[in-house]
């Protein structure tokens, strides 16, 4: 038996004959004030309070079949630093708070000028972002978009979706300027296959409006969202792209694969391109980098964005590196893999995202500096000329 299978009530679920249905995966999920002892009745008390006190104010949920993916040890808890362990359980990274983590407040990327009906992300000229929800099918200690996701202390979007859907659709109308939609959230595969059906049909139908984009990372925490009729909706209306995130290979997996093989039977394949930001600890090693882009590079996904971590973000302090750490790493890979299986490493700002140039010292447009307060940052002239600040960690 390997060490993931120690958990028995996963074994238990395993054998469920509904494990392969997502809204059955949905339904099981640890959630609430008794997940955690629910899938680990021994698990240390003192975690357990820790968890109880989290999710008053921030929110966790994990599919069983995520959970399946976790190596445990003898009493059936999981291995702490186990990479996907890591990654969904930020019970304890609050406490740790330091300038330029989370605090709630700081945007990071979704500038309110840029928000229209609440839904709509107007930042660069030709594209736009809908984010269709709040919700997530599993939550990343890492969100950028915490303030929305995360943060129980949010409103959510769903009560007059209709009205802000309708708005939106008017401003897509008025700015036709706008050719290309990403639709994400939260996680856009939480809405069934009937109302994607009628949100792609609306957007079909505005003339201006030529390719649409999908922003999720159902693969990773519910794979089996991906059944016949959502792949034949994407065929109906020509879905440009879809846009997955796997942040370590052990993510990759035969469902993973199965859901691909669905596309190709159904016969539509959008574009895939993969994302995912560089998380230390989990994927900050050369040798998982290329194991996991050489997996995706295998199964036809074009690795697109690897995100430096985005400032204001929970567990930054814990679970990002240095720009110049990935800059070396980066550097290392390069000739390691494909050209093709290289992605852009890159930040995010409030004004738009940036390339980082792999070039250790930095350039004549992209400055390492420490301040006067000892704050290590980046300073770099974004696509509008304009000289910004980054805020850095110091070199780890
Ligand atoms: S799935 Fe995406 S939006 Fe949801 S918590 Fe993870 S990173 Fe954030």
Redesign the pocket.
């Known amino acids: 038996m390997s060490p993931r299978n120690k958990n028995t009530m996963l074994v238990k679920l395993r054998n469920d004959s509904q494990w392969s249905s997502w809204t059955w995966q949905q339904k099981l999920r640890l959630h609430g004030k008794h997940g955690l002892t629910r899938f680990f009745p021994n698990i240390r008390r003192k975690v357990n309070e820790q968890y109880i006190k989290y999710i008053k104010s921030y929110k966790i949920e994990i599919t069983p079949y995520l959970l399946s993916l976790i190596d445990y040890d003898s009493q059936g808890n999981p291995q702490k630093n186990d990479p996907i362990w890591k990654q969904v359980s930020h019970i304890d990274l609050l406490s740790n708070v330091k300038s330029a983590d989370y605090n709630g407040v700081n945007l990071n990327w979704e500038m309110p000028e840029e928000i229209h009906y609440s839904i709509l992300h107007h930042k660069y000229p030709d594209r736009a972002i809908i984010r269709l929800t709040d919700n997530?099918?599993?939550?990343?200690s890492?969100?950028?978009?915490?303030q929305r996701?995360?943060d129980k202390k949010r409103k959510t979007l769903s009560s007059s979706f209709q009205i802000k859907w309708n708005g939106t659709l008017e401003y897509l109308r008025k700015n036709r300027q706008i050719r290309d939609i990403l639709l994400?959230?939260?996680?856009p595969l939480l809405f069934s296959n009937r109302r994607l059906d009628q949100l792609f049909k609306d957007i079909k139908d505005i003339e201006s409006i030529s390719t649409i984009r999908i922003?999720t990372?159902a693969l990773t925490?519910n794979p089996f969202r991906f059944d016949p009729e959502l792949i034949r909706i994407f065929k109906k209306y020509g879905l440009t792209a879809l846009e997955v995130?796997f942040a370590h290979p052990k993510e990759i997996t035969q469902e993973v694969d199965d859901a691909l093989s669905l596309m190709d039977d159904i016969g539509y394949r959008p574009i895939i391109l993969w994302r995912s930001p560089l998380l230390k600890g989990i994927n900050d090693s050369c040798g998982i980098l290329e194991e996991l882009l050489v997996k995706l590079y295998e199964r036809r996904i074009v690795p697109y964005y690897l995100f430096h971590y985005a400032p204001y973000s929970p567990a930054r302090s814990n679970l990002s590196t240095s720009v110049k750490k990935g800059v070396r790493l980066l550097s290392e890979l390069r000739r390691k893999i494909p050209g093709i299986a290289f992605p852009r490493y890159t930040l995010f700002h409030s004004s738009g995202k940036h390339d980082i140039p792999l070039v250790q010292e930095g350039t004549n447009e992209f400055k390492y500096e420490i301040l006067a307060n000892k704050q290590y940052i980046v300073k770099f002239k974004n696509w509008k000329d304009n000289w910004v600040i980054y805020p850095d960690l110091q070199d780890n």
């Open positions: 997530c099918l599993g939550y990343c890492y969100c950028y978009l915490a996701t995360l994400s959230g939260g996680d922003n990372r925490f995130h």
